[in-house]
């Protein structure tokens, strides 16, 4: 079957711009993770999503980040006003529950902010 | 304090070597789950094998195999006859307590290449 399918793959944009990233987790999979992976890093938690809870936010890194899951299926990553230190790859995973579970990774989204 | 350390930024072999590749972890809970991931150059990283902290026992899969030693807290990750197609970053990782991929936390990979 189908796995997670993050849009666009690749995305530049310049400094003070809004972007809006994609991910649409394997069907019938109820928990959505948002990562970021900036080189020379490890993976940083920033969102998730589980069914119709109120999502965990307490990975975003400012206010000017915001995301959302529409019908508990397809997501949206906003970045607000982007910065240089925005530039990174923003992984989607997907999980069928939340504990312990595998993730299931999208290819990522590269951002890279001039 | 809960860490883990992958000790290795970059690992070159040749084909048809045996690699390891090293994963120390910290943490406090008695209870946790350590797993392996694959980041290919395509970018997405796949699932390879998650361990829980009861279970010692390694783990054999084809060419891969796992060698996880709670005395050492180390959950090493061996290729043997290294291929091409093994060249990825691979990434350690640890959630703690009962689990909880939100509470993953990751080590800083190892770029393997395995040249021809």
């Known amino acids: 079957g189908a796995g997670v399918s993050q849009s666009p793959s690749n995305k530049v944009t310049e400094k003070g711009k809004d972007v809006e990233l994609r991910c649409d987790p394997i069907s019938g999979h109820t928990a959505l993770y948002w990562y970021r992976q900036s080189l020379g890093q490890g993976l940083e938690f920033l969102i998730y999503?589980?069914?119709?809870?109120?999502?965990?936010k307490s990975g975003l890194p400012s206010d000017r980040f915001s995301a959302e899951r529409t019908g508990g299926s397809v997501s949206t990553l906003t970045i607000q006003r982007t910065q240089q230190e925005d530039s990174a790859v923003y992984l989607c995973?997907?999980?069928?529950?939340?504990?312990?579970?595998?993730?299931?990774f999208g290819n990522g989204t590269r951002l890279t902010v001039t | 304090a809960q860490k883990v350390t992958q000790a290795q930024t970059e690992i070159s072999v040749v084909e048809k070597e045996d690699v390891t590749l090293d994963c120390v972890y910290e943490?406090?809970?008695?209870?946790?789950?350590l797993f392996w991931y694959k980041q290919p150059p395509s970018g997405e990283l796949v699932f390879l094998i998650r361990r829980n902290s009861f279970d010692e026992q390694n783990e054999i899969s084809g060419r891969y195999s796992w060698n996880f030693q709670k005395s050492t807290s180390s959950f090493n990750f061996t290729i043997t006859a290294s291929q091409v197609v093994d060249s990825a970053v691979y990434f350690c990782?640890?959630?703690?307590?009962?689990?909880?991929?939100?509470?993953?936390?990751w080590g800083l990979g190892t770029s393997l290449a395995v040249n021809p």
């Open positions: 943490t406090r809970d008695t209870t946790y789950y």
């Open positions: 999503f589980q069914g119709n809870s109120a999502p965990d």
């Open positions: 995973a997907s999980t069928p529950t939340e504990y312990n579970s595998p993730l299931h």
């Open positions: 990782a640890l959630t703690p307590n009962a689990g909880n991929n939100r509470k993953l936390i």
